[in-house]
């Protein structure tokens, strides 16, 4: 029997400083109950230090994984980072961590693919586990969004936090691991969720900053609407081509960027709200980072041989789902 992918590990690491909804009341107009009634946020993590960047949680994460999981950094024979908020245009942050956890001379790069990126980068790193090339690959999942969030605009500095997840993958010979995967993208969303200047198109100039380019524009209802059907599309879809009704899923494991849009995914895929992680009301929307943070924060309630559907929606638009049967 060829090898399947399994999650044999997953660590978290979100930053000491809390962000709360109260302390947002005094930067910009809006408050505590219009924030939680419509996005289900009650206070986000932000990094603060100078220097500090995606790469510094992404470390934390990555060397609680390699100690949780008793891995010696010169076991890793891939890493994989989702970010859409690298430390720097190159080298990769994928490199950096490598660097700061020790680990040498292996292959590692980054996957950008907005909130979807995490899911992105598990569907490849499972392939090489299943090829039989690797045996140990970590994929990461980590956004300083602080750095790209506009502290002056109410519809989007409400939403986002700082973080980071790690889920190492090893081969598994048994009924379990990344049983299917779905990507998808559609570029034609590009303008509804976007930061316009700091890439080629772009460059930096005076202009670009006095318009603040730099920072994360969404066009709200667009967003909304596009993700609500397709997150909850996409789930239904990988429910179905593997015969899973709503009563053979132990947890749907969303991206945490809108309470409403978790509900109505939940509701197509016809299960309550008690078997959905959600850690929205105290990360925020942590981009590449939410889906690892679910799994680590509700790991004490996940059984062996449990069916997880994981699913996301993000900025290009990219999205996607996952069908995960646990293997711890």
């Known amino acids: 029997m060829n090898s399947r992918a399994a999650i044999t590990g997953v660590y978290g690491y979100v ?3 809390i962000l709360t909804n109260a302390e947002l009341e005094k930067m910009v107009d809006t408050s505590d109950e219009w924030i939680t009634s419509r996005t289900g946020i009650k206070e986000r993590h932000i990094l603060k230090g100078e220097g500090l960047g995606t790469s510094h949680m992404a470390a934390k994460a990555v060397g609680g994984l390699l100690a949780k999981t008793g891995t010696a950094p010169e076991e890793v024979e891939l890493l994989i980072c989702a970010t859409t908020t690298p430390d720097y245009v190159f080298p990769s942050t994928a490199n950096l961590i490598c660097d700061m956890t020790g680990i040498r001379a ?3 790069f980054d996957i950008q693919a907005a909130c979807s990126g995490f899911l992105y980068a598990l569907t490849i790193g499972s392939q090489f586990i299943e090829t039989g090339k690797y045996k140990k690959v970590i994929v990461v999942g980590a956004d300083k969004m602080s750095a790209i969030v506009d502290y ?3 519809t ?7 973080g980071a997840g790690a889920v190492l993958l090893e081969p598994t010979t048994e009924d379990n691991g990344i049983m299917d995967s779905i990507i998808r993208s559609d570029g034609a969303g590009q303008n509804h969720l976007v930061q316009k200047a700091g890439g080629s198109r772009y460059p930096p100039t005076h202009e670009t900053i006095d318009k603040r380019w730099h920072y994360v524009y969404q066009d709200g209802p667009s967003v909304f609407k596009f993700a609500v059907k397709n997150m909850a599309d996409v789930s239904a879809e990988i429910m179905e081509r593997n015969h899973l009704k709503g009563s053979d899923v132990a947890w ?6 809108n309470k409403r849009i978790i509900e109505a995914t939940a509701n197509r895929m016809g299960l309550g709200m008690d078997r959905v992680m959600l850690n929205i009301h105290k990360y925020g929307n942590t981009t590449a980072a939410t889906i690892p943070l679910c799994l680590f924060d509700y790991e004490s309630q996940l059984k062996k041989g449990d069916n997880l559907v994981l699913a996301a929606f993000g900025g290009g638009f990219t999205w996607g789902a996952i069908y995960v049967k646990w293997a711890l």
């Open 156 to 162: 989007t500095c409400v939403l986002f936090g700082d």
């Open 106 to 108: 292996v292959g590692s």
């Open 252 to 257: 749907l494991v969303p991206h945490q960027a």
């Open 152 to 154: 002056t605009d109410r």
């Open 15 to 17: 930053p000491d400083y």
